[in-house]
């Protein structure tokens, strides 16, 4: 399983991934309580990186999507970082394969706060037909040291006519105060000769005055001499 943790200062560093057809990114930092908010958008073959970082009681707020076209293939971060504030992830990625085509859509989506609110969201959509693959992956990773971490994460992926889906999800929610809340969905379908994988994941760690909660469901639909495999995983912690 993939825990990403993030810890920056007072500047954010971006390195964006290289894309076929489209390319966005957005940074924004904001001081002494005042709010950043980044938002990156691609469509094409896409990808999409958007980082914001809020220091002394600031809100971080970063928004991010990808939509991969022409066979797919689409990648969306977004990760916001506050210093005794609150910080709000967003990450959508959405991929279809046709005809032998590969869509791959990989979301990823960090929200850390140091002594304040984390709440991170990720999404992942591909789908893949008459031959084609379609792989959709997403993380999402919420943390908070002192109180209230909220991760959610979910991917989705359709497999038709002799196509092949796989999803995966994973999500973790940290906090050291109290109230950490992990949601993880997974979702695979195949039709008519084609196979379908779905994984889950979770893991909700709190602390303090503990409260936590973690639900991960993973599931597979195949009909029509398709086949499905799903697999799911769920661990609460509470020290």
């Known amino acids: 399983m993939r825990h990403r943790y993030l810890m920056t200062g007072a500047g954010v560093l971006l390195t964006g991934a290289a894309a076929l057809a489209a390319s966005a990114s957005a940074v924004s930092v904001a001081s002494n309580g005042g709010q950043a908010n980044a938002t990156a958008t691609a469509t094409g073959n896409a990808n999409a990186t958007a980082w914001a970082g809020a220091t002394n009681g600031g809100t971080a707020i970063a928004n991010s999507q990808a939509i991969g076209q022409r066979r797919g293939q689409a990648t969306s971060d977004a990760i916001a970082v506050a210093d005794h504030g ?8 959405d991929a279809r394969g046709t005809r032998g085509g590969r869509a791959v859509a990989t979301s990823e989506s960090v929200a850390g706060a140091i002594g304040g ?12 037909s008459h031959g084609g693959t379609a792989r959709s992956q997403s993380y999402s990773t919420a943390l908070s040291r002192y109180g209230y971490a909220n991760s959610d994460s979910r991917a989705v992926s359709r497999g038709l006519y002799g196509g092949r889906a796989t999803s995966i999800s994973d999500s973790l929610a940290d906090t050291r105060g109290g109230v950490a809340t992990s949601r993880v969905r997974s979702d695979s379908r195949a039709g008519y000769r084609a196979t379908a994988n779905a994984d889950g994941y979770g893991v909700s760690v709190s602390g303090w005055r503990q409260n936590s909660s973690v639900r991960a469901l993973a599931q597979t639909r195949a ?3 398709g086949t499905g495999q ?10």
């Open 230 to 239: 799903s697999r799911v995983t769920a661990i609460e912690v509470r020290p």
């Open 223 to 225: 009909n029509r001499f």
């Open 86 to 93: 609150l910080a709000l992830s967003n990450s959508r990625a």
């Open 117 to 128: 609110v984390a709440i991170s969201n990720s999404v992942a959509n591909a789908r893949g």
